[in-house]
């Protein structure tokens, strides 16, 4: 496979002519002088003056900050001058409010300067932190090879991460393990598609679908509603509803779920892996979208992937980083309830269960941007309440939230499984109970003639999103964490 150098995968992605080069000349450094003529000849080659290309340019008309490696210099190797050159450019995409594509591809630190091309590592991810700090997206693609510091560095750390096909991705090369080690490093294991298997990466494609898919993500990070969405009046009081009857038909065949709110109420979706998790879980599913004209981070449970798969910590870490991202983007969370309950086994004791809902819950009532969840069925145990404390509760009118699912909660007051139903009624786990108890903001009716249509479901459970990010889009996040501080504490004073 031939591999893009720098500028060519520049002229791939960016609009054409539009690209600016921000590189200045630099003064030489004391050391150069060691290796003055693999400097000269890395030059003529590439005709470049170093192993970083760094400028702005726009992206389908968007103007956008660039970094990206050129591994014909050097081994696109990081010295001093060249980690000064990413730095600077980062802080340039700050202080220009631009978003920051990068594109390494390195053999890492450039060993003929030593430790304080090394110490490069530092001050780049302290730019990049800064960056992020202001809300601007970082995304990063990572091309054949990516190892060592760049890798441990720049090319680990943005909001989402792509790879190149069949690229050379790892922390140590297998040349240097093979010398140091005397083994050869396992064949297949330091490669992209591996890395996306094991949740390292969001995906792999090629240069040629990168201009795309990075507009695709930049316009939903941007995406504004154009309209406020039509006033409503105050929503009736809906009827009373068996919680029983509701436990059933939320565990019913046929009837919408995640993957149908994502297929019929969102106008954009970047499904996204598990980077920096180690580890897939498709019991939740993460993704950028654009609800209602708005962009947002959405989490959310699959029901059919649980069948087979419990809810686990691995698949609570991955609602986490999607919380972090959201923030860090300034960007609405979404989340969508629907879980028989948390993982119960051994393993999951050990990988810390507990503690991941905890952490989930820590993030979720800290959250500084407008939040929304959504209860699109079964809400059982701390898997579901995890996901749950936002500014506004949305409720399926055949779905319910409770501490255990009631033959849980029958096992442990009658010691049977039998008295489910008295448990769901005496625990008001229902939609309306929880509406006249204030832990759901509004109930979606499912229903029409009487069966329930799942385009014209998931288009209310998306309109009804729209409508309260909106709402809460107009108030000040201080106000937002007061109110969600408030609500979450007087739950229940009522019944005292």
């Known amino acids: 496979m031939t591999h893009l150098r720098a500028l060519q995968l520049i002229e791939l992605v960016l609009d054409r002519n539009s690209f600016e080069a921000w590189d200045v000349d630099a003064p030489p450094l004391r050391i150069e002088h060691t290796y003055r003529g693999e400097l000269a000849d890395a030059r003529a080659i590439t005709g470049l003056d170093e192993s970083i290309v760094t400028g702005a ?20 190797s990081i010295g001093v001058r060249a980690g000064r050159r990413i730095a600077a450019a980062v802080r340039r995409a700050s202080a220009e409010g631009l978003p920051l594509i990068a594109a390494p591809a390195s053999g890492g630190t450039r060993m003929q300067e030593g430790t304080v091309a090394f110490m490069q ?11 992020k700090a202001l809300g601007h997206p970082y ?22 991460t792509i790879a190149e096909p069949a690229a050379l991705i790892g922390f140590l090369g297998p040349k240097v ?30 240069p040629g679908r990168l201009r795309a898919l990075a507009r695709q993500a930049l316009d939903i990070i941007y995406a504004r509603p154009r309209m406020t969405p ?12 068996d919680a029983w009857e509701s436990v059933q038909i939320s565990r019913g065949e046929g009837r919408a779920d995640l993957g149908s709110l994502l297929r019929l109420g969102c106008q954009e979706l970047m499904i996204w ?22 962009g947002v981070v959405l989490v959310g449970m699959d029901r059919k992937a649980q069948i087979d798969v419990p809810l686990g910590a691995e698949a609570l870490r991955k609602a986490q980083r999607a919380m972090k991202i959201a923030a860090e983007l300034r960007l609405p969370l979404v989340t969508v309830i629907d879980t028989p309950g948390a993982e119960l086994s051994q393993s999951a004791e050990e990988e810390g269960i507990a503690r991941e809902i905890a952490r989930c819950l820590a993030q979720m009532v800290d959250m500084s941007v407008p939040t929304v969840s959504v209860i699109l069925g079964e809400g059982a145990g701390g898997g579901a309440i995890a996901l749950m404390p936002a500014d506004r509760v949305l409720i399926a009118r055949n779905s319910w939230l409770a501490p255990l699912a009631p033959e849980g909660g029958s096992l442990i007051l009658f010691g049977d499984l039998v ?35 799942a385009a014209l479901f998931c288009e ?17 996040s201080t106000d937002r964490i007061r109110m969600r501080v408030a609500r979450y504490s007087n739950i229940g004073n009522e019944t005292q």
Request: hydrophobic fraction near 35%; avoid cysteine; aromatic fraction near 8%.
């Open 273 to 294: 892996s598990d980077a920096g998790q180690g580890a897939l879980s498709s019991t939740v599913v993460t993704a950028l979208a654009q609800i209602g004209g708005h």
């Open 139 to 160: 995304l990063v693609y990572l091309r054949h090879p990516t190892t060592g510091g760049v890798y441990a560095s720049w090319g680990s750390i943005g909001h989402f």
């Open 230 to 241: 039509r006033t409503r009046g105050p929503q009736s009081s809906p009827a009373s509803s």
């Open 121 to 131: 590592m530092v001050s780049i991810v302290q730019a990049i932190n800064e960056h």
């Open 177 to 206: 393990y093979r010398g140091m080690t005397g083994e050869q490093f396992p064949s297949g294991v330091q490669t992209a598609e591996n890395l996306y298997d094991h949740g390292l990466v969001d995906a792999v494609v090629e």
């Open 419 to 453: 008295h489910g139903e008295a448990i769901a009624t005496d625990q008001r786990i229902g939609s309306y109970d929880l509406l006249k108890d204030g832990v759901v903001d509004e109930i979606i009716e499912e229903a029409h003639e009487g069966k329930q249509d």
């Open 460 to 476: 209310r459970v998306s309109d009804s999103i729209a409508f309260h990010l909106s709402d809460l889009a107009s108030r000040k």
């Open 57 to 76: 340019a726009t992206l389908f008309g968007r103007r956008v900050a660039v970094v990206v490696s050129e591994f014909g210099f050097l081994g696109g």
